[in-house]
T-cell receptor
Framework: EPEVTQTPSHQVTQMGQEVILRCVPI?????FYWYRQILGQKVEFLVS????????KSEIFDDQFSVERPDGSNFTLKIRSTKLEDSAMYFC????????????FGPGTRLTVL | GESVGLHLPTLSVQEGDNSIINCAYS??????FIWYKQESGKGPQFIID?????DKRQGQRVTVLLNKTVKHLSLQIAATQPGDSAVYFC?????????????FGQGTELSVKP
């Protein structure tokens, strides 16, 4: 069964460093998302992406964040200068589109900012 | 503002019993609701979804009920098994949200005693 994959599973970085989190959505899906989950809290929406552009972004998704679909399979989230409060699980999700609403999530990347 | 919340943070049931997990939402304009299961260290896993034009939807051992009058959503798990132990999140999508952003509730931790 097709699934969303994410790499790395765990990323440790120093405050102020740039990180890139990678996702491979399900191959025929058209909508892509990033969410994050701070330990013990609910899942929070960051950004949605469709047709090579951002559809919507949350207040969390400030100028330090960017997303890119560099080729036909990858979807990346970049944090330019990480802060301690960026430490969280980051989940990528994808959706087929059309009348299909279900978003399928990847296993997540645990980002630890020291 | 928009919010999706859960009535109980934890639920403990005996193996074989039925489980009911509740969720309250505040956005009457939401047209799509979804339940996810999240096991420790993993991403949210789709369980079942329902559109606002339905009151009930059944899957394998799971049933979702939607009461739009009181803006309440519930997940029923029949014959609960130890493998059902996880955190369960409800999520909603606004009717006019073309990008498909999901708003998650806080989560209920289900613990199944053998």
């Amino acid at each position: 069964e097709p699934e969303v994959t994410q790499t790395p599973s765990h990323q440790v970085t120093q405050m102020g460093q740039e990180v890139i989190l990678r996702c491979v959505p399900i191959s025929n899906h058209l909508y892509f998302y990033w969410y994050r989950q701070i330990l013990g809290q609910k899942v929070e929406f960051l950004v949605s992406f469709y047709n090579n552009e951002i559809s919507e972004k949350s207040e969390i998704f400030d100028d330090q964040f960017s997303v890119e679909r560099p080729d036909g399979s990858n979807f990346t989230l970049k944090i330019r200068s990480t802060k301690l409060e960026d430490s969280a699980m980051y989940f990528c999700a994808s959706r087929l589109g059309g009348s299909t609403d279900t978003q399928y999530f990847g296993p997540g990347t645990r980002l630890t900012v020291l | 503002g928009e919010s999706v919340g859960l009535h109980l943070p934890t639920l403990s049931v005996q193996e074989g019993d039925n489980s009911i997990i509740n969720c309250a939402y505040s956005n009457s304009a939401s047209d799509y609701f979804i339940w996810y299961k999240q096991e420790s260290g993993k991403g949210p896993q789709f369980i079942i979804d329902i559109r606002s034009n339905m009151d009930k939807r059944q899957g394998q051992r799971v049933t979702v009920l939607l009461n739009k009058t009181v803006k309440h959503l519930s997940l029923q798990i029949a014959a609960t098994q130890p493998g059902d132990s996880a955190v369960y999140f409800c999520a909603e999508r606004g009717r006019y949200n073309q990008g498909g952003k999901l708003i998650f509730g806080q989560g209920t931790e289900l613990s199944v005693k053998p």
